[in-house]
């Protein structure tokens, strides 16, 4: 019986240190700033691709009222950036992420933007919904933790929502 006690008290002190790193993370998350004295600098080693890799496939959008064109125009510019696609190349594969509305609306487009900037910019002003800082506002004050949810799950999701209304 003493060893299960001592052992609960082991699980109790791993899970209150587990919440003293998630406060961390928390913390550093929500106020990044310069690093401390015990913070780590983490530099990213620069992207290299080494041999054959598989290019990703832009997202599809296709106009639809419930789609959110600034999360695809978001997610196309993850996967150009996968790909090592430049501005031209962007340009030509974005037509074929396009279908149903949104590509009739491109094919109707005179005239058509040159950038990919133009491009994306027109896109956004057809698609973005005329009230999308109040729907995203909606969702952020609607947002509760749920109850089996993971804090650092919670807090990653309000952060990002913050971040999309900026």
Not at 8 to 17: A, K, M, N, P, Y
Not at 43 to 55: C, D, I, S, T, Y
Not at 110 to 122: V, W
Request: aromatic share 10%; glycine share 10%; charged share 25%.
């Amino acid at each position: 019986m003493a060893d299960g006690q001592q052992r609960e008290g082991q699980v109790g002190g791993e899970q209150h240190g587990q919440d003293a790193d998630d406060r961390r993370l928390v913390r550093r998350a929500l106020h990044p700033g310069p690093a401390g004295l015990n913070d780590e600098v983490i530099q990213a080693a620069p992207l290299v691709h080494v041999g054959n890799f598989k290019e990703r496939d832009p997202p599809i959008f296709r106009g639809l009222p419930h789609e959110d064109v600034m999360e695809w125009s978001y997610q196309f510019q993850r996967v150009s950036a996968f790909n090592q696609w430049g501005p031209d190349q962007q340009l030509r594969h974005i037509e074929f992420s396009l279908e149903g509305v949104a590509a009739r609306w491109f094919s109707g487009l005179r005239p058509r933007p040159e950038t990919i900037a133009g491009l994306m910019g027109a896109l956004q002003a057809a698609f973005r919904h005329h009230n999308y800082a109040l729907e995203l506002e909606s969702q952020l004050r609607a947002r509760k933790m749920g109850v089996d949810e993971p804090v650092m799950s919670y807090c990653y999701d309000i952060i990002y929502l913050c971040s999309k209304l900026l």
